[in-house]
């Protein structure tokens, strides 16, 4: 059952081969014959989910180490000795100014987790076979799985979370961001809702 994999062995490197680990020519046989999908969320949406996943929860202590110390360290003033050593209360407010900051981006590319799925997966440069959303998982997934011909013996598994970030509760997030920033954070995800065919979250203040 694959709701049974505990989500640390998911993410284990060596359970998932990549496809910089082959050669160039293994590379190119399979980017010319494989089927290729790709599947994408609500730019802002993804957001908060990224941010209540790595920021909000105990157990992502290793992501309140290597961004959390210093988001604090950058953007809070007065910051506890607690807060600078272990990074474990970042705000939300903190986590956009860290975004929007020019030295983020000259700092490298973003973390997977809020990176652009533009610049993550390379939509212009891969032909993707299929782009589907998040928001039909599980009917996307299970259209691709009938597509490769195995629709028949398996599914894509039916979960409700009822913890799930939902444009509501990012409505709620965003209405703390200045006007500013808003306008600065859709700059910077403005390739995402294009390419992606996502529209202005009727929330944000772009004026």
């Known amino acids: 059952d694959p709701m049974e994999i505990p989500s640390n062995q998911a993410h284990v490197p060596s359970n998932l081969k990549t496809l910089n680990q082959y050669s160039i020519a293994e590379i190119n046989h399979r980017l010319k014959n494989y089927f290729k999908f790709l599947f994408v969320r609500e730019p802002f949406e993804r957001l908060v989910s990224a941010y209540r996943n790595k920021f909000t929860l ?8 290597r961004f959390g110390t210093r988001i604090i360290r950058r953007y809070r003033k007065n910051a506890t000795q607690d807060a600078l050593i272990n990074g474990a209360d970042v705000k939300f ?4 100014d860290y975004l929007v900051d020019p030295a983020t981006q000259r700092d490298g590319p973003l ?6 799925v533009y610049q993550l997966c390379h939509p212009c440069h891969i032909h993707y076979d299929m782009v589907g959303k998040y928001e039909t998982l599980e009917e996307d997934a299970n259209y691709i799985l009938r597509l490769v011909g195995v629709g028949d013996s398996l599914h894509f598994p039916s979960y409700a979370k009822s913890t799930r970030t939902t444009d509501a509760m990012t409505a709620k997030f965003f209405s703390n961001i200045s006007t500013q920033q808003q306008v600065q954070l859709y700059k910077l995800y403005k390739m995402d809702f294009l390419m992606f065919n996502y529209s202005i979250p009727s929330y944000l203040r772009l004026d």
């Not at 105990?58 to 180490?65: A, D, L, R, T, V």
């Not at 407010?93 to 956009?96: G, S």
């Open 58 to 65: 105990k157990y992502n202590s290793s992501f309140h180490k």
């Open 93 to 96: 407010k903190e986590f956009i």
């Open 111 to 116: 973390n997977e987790h809020w990176q652009t």
